[in-house]
């Protein structure tokens, strides 16, 4: 949505670098960790990788990552009048090493664990552009805040914004903060200066690579098959699993106990790695996976109601899958433990999951019993 003030039209020069320091201090007491501003020419180099990941088909199901890709690499298309993109780093998570997980539980990504981080940032966004309007009565100002649902590439305008770099797990990587953040973007008519772009700086490191469990990352990296993804499929991928997106079962096996999301390629990420800095880094309250759920009860999950279903997943991420999803991740998840050893208790719910009338959880539920069965023949 385009938020517009009327006014004396903006001088063509670029506004004081003083603008930007204020505001950056602005961001901080709205609780972003990061702010930065990039220019709004065409990010060539992030148009060129996207056209070449969809020819390669590796976006999946994403359709709308398809639609008109030069588009996305283009800020103006979403605001003819910009003439500067705002873009902030939300932090939802402390570098900090898991929680074991009991035997029965299934895990949830980080980012998912809080509010949904669409709503805060939108409206720590509004409340940038309302500070800029403050600080530039008078002039006429258009504003668009965009939270990746708009048609926008915002690692690639985050990395010209240096505030961050995309790493070889092609998440956005911010020294000093880690990638355990979600990014918002405010494209403005306000001439602010831009910041340098940041470099990459993985260098020979690969433990992200090594790290995925279904192998979805280029063998080189800064590369994802969204298909072999943990996250994409949980989230992503509706309807049921068969033998011809699974040959193999290594997809359903490589979820390993993630019902929502994988976070397994950040949490090997040195720039994740806790220091003593670790705790200054500011987290909203409202995102912080510390506060809230990090695991969820697969026998719940694979028996649960609506009603139930519609509570836990009120104001969060969760809420992008359908209860019957929910449930044939939970299956997954479940099959996976009982491949680790006998829990009498998921068996009964998956025995029950098995009698679905819903195709995706029905078999899920088969195939975790089949684990069972495989371990007992071992």
């Given at each position: ?269 040195p720039y994740n790695r806790p220091t003593r800095r670790s705790d200054a880094i500011p987290v909203d309250p409202r995102l912080d996976a510390s506060a809230h759920l990090a695991t969820l009860d697969l026998a719940q999950l694979l028996t649960q109601r609506s009603g139930d279903y519609r509570r836990l997943v009120r104001g969060k991420a969760l809420g992008r899958t359908s209860r019957p999803q929910l449930a044939r991740n939970a299956a997954f998840a479940a099959g996976n433990r009982l491949r680790e050893g006998s829990r009498p208790e ?33």
């Amino acid at each position: 949505m385009v938020v517009m003030q009327k006014g004396h039209p903006l001088p063509g020069k670029k506004l004081p670098d003083a603008i930007v320091a204020h505001l950056r201090e602005r961001a901080k007491e709205l609780g972003f960790a990061r702010l930065g501003v990039a220019p709004v020419t065409p990010v060539a180099r992030g148009r060129a990788a996207l056209e070449r990941w969809l020819a390669r088909g590796e976006h999946g199901e994403l359709g709308y990552m398809a639609r008109e890709p030069r588009d996305r690499a283009a800020p103006l298309q979403l605001l003819p009048s910009a003439r500067a993109a705002i873009v902030v780093v939300a932090c939802y998570a402390r570098p900090s090493a898991e929680a074991p997980l009991a035997a029965s539980q299934g895990r949830v990504a980080r980012y998912a664990r809080g509010q949904d981080y669409h709503r805060v940032l939108r409206e720590g966004l509004a409340a940038l552009a309302d500070w800029l309007n403050d600080q530039l009565g008078g002039h006429e100002l258009e504003h668009r805040a965009c939270v990746d649902t708009a048609p926008l590439l915002e690692r690639e305008l985050a990395m010209a914004a240096g505030v961050g770099f995309i790493g070889k797990n092609t998440m956005l990587l911010t020294p000093g903060v880690g990638s355990y953040t979600v990014l918002g973007v405010l494209l403005t008519s306000a001439p602010l200066p831009a910041d340098s772009p940041a470099d990459a700086r993985c260098g020979s490191c690969r433990l992200c690579i090594d790290a995925c469990p279904t192998a979805a990352l280029a063998t080189d990296g800064y590369r994802l098959d969204a298909r072999r993804c943990v996250s994409y499929l949980t989230i992503e991928r509706a309807g049921p699993f068969d033998d011809a997106l699974d040959p193999d079962g290594s997809l359903r096996r490589g979820s390993g106990s993630w019902v929502f999301g994988c976070d397994d390629c950040q949490q090997v990420c040195p720039y994740n790695r806790p220091t003593r800095r670790s705790d200054a880094i500011p987290v909203d309250p409202r995102l912080d996976a510390s506060a809230h759920l990090a695991t969820l009860d697969l026998a719940q999950l694979l028996t649960q109601r609506s009603g139930d279903y519609r509570r836990l997943v009120r104001g969060k991420a969760l809420g992008r899958t359908s209860r019957p999803q929910l449930a044939r991740n939970a299956a997954f998840a479940a099959g996976n433990r009982l491949r680790e050893g006998s829990r009498p208790e998921l068996v009964v719910a998956l025995e029950e999951a098995s009698e679905s009338p819903r195709e995706e959880v029905s078999a899920a539920a088969r195939w975790a019993l089949e684990q069972a069965h495989e371990r007992d023949d071992r």
